[in-house]
T-cell receptor, first 115, second 115 residues
Framework: KNQVEQSPQSLIILEGKNCTLQ??????????LRWYKQDTGRGPVSLTI?????NTKSNGRYTATLDADTKQSSLHITASQLSDSASYIC??????????????FGTGTQLKVEL | EPEVTQTPSHQVTQMGQEVILRCVPI?????FYWYRQILGQKVEFLVS????????KSEIFDDQFSVERPDGSNFTLKIRSTKLEDSAMYFC?????????????FGQGTRLTVV
């Protein structure tokens, strides 16, 4: 069964500090791995998307890494801001035979940035 | 910037009633999805739709659920005979035609409350 596990479950950091979120997955057939940011009561917003051949991808203060051999990914946030407070969700995509992609979501890491 | 639009933002219905959740995907997208998120839980895949037919559905998507693209712009999720456990946020997503990097853009969700 396809699964995505994330750690930690929740995290509190001070504004300006860096943090790293972890993701482990067992999804087949692997298509790509995405990190989403979800504010409470809102839809997920894509931060990065990486294919099998990509090791790292950056989007501003967000840097994602992917180790396809160990099936692990991380999301590093630098110089955190109060607005970074949200749930960060690791999502792994499997190609659907009939077309499109089926996304398997992790449970997310709830990040809170404080003054 | 184009976005996926969902209506209503919040729907309250009595148990046993039928509800229709509506979505307007991004105009040039061809792949459409419904996901749901029960409060406090992770986002779960329901169904994917391409070329006017379901390409994949999860075990959650039983005979109680159906999807339709009635007029070439709207994409609807119908839930018949709603149950208390159907209460959740329902997210519509759409993606452009393309390879395994097909991105899925999410709407803001419809919060369904079954009472």
């Amino acid at each position: 069964k396809n699964q995505v596990e994330q750690s930690p479950q929740s995290l509190i950091i001070l504004e300006g500090k860096n943090c790293t979120l972890q993701c482990n997955y067992t999804v087949s057939p692997f298509s790509n791995l995405r990190w989403y940011k979800q504010d409470t009561g809102r839809g997920p917003v894509s931060l990065t998307i990486m294919t099998f051949s990509e090791n790292t991808k950056s989007n501003g203060r967000y840097t994602a890494t992917l180790d396809a051999d160990t099936k692990q990914s991380s999301l590093h946030i630098t110089a955190s801001q109060l607005s970074d407070s949200a749930s960060y969700i690791c999502v792994v995509s499997a190609r659907i035979t009939g077309g499109g992609n089926k996304l398997t979501f992790g449970t997310g890491t709830q990040l809170k940035v404080e003054l | 910037e184009p976005e996926v639009t969902q209506t209503p933002s919040h729907q309250v219905t009595q148990m046993g009633q039928e509800v229709i959740l509506r979505c307007v995907p991004i105009s040039n997208h061809l792949y459409f999805y419904w996901y749901r998120q029960i409060l406090g839980q992770k986002v779960e895949f329901l169904v994917s739709f391409y070329n006017n037919e379901i390409s994949e559905k999860s075990e959650i998507f039983d005979d109680q659920f159906s999807v339709e693209r009635p007029d070439g712009s709207n994409f609807t999720l119908k839930i018949r005979s709603t149950k208390l456990e159907d209460s959740a946020m329902y997210f519509c997503a759409s993606g452009v035609i393309g390879g395994k990097n097909t991105e899925a853009f999410f709407g803001q969700g419809t919060r369904l409350t079954v009472v």
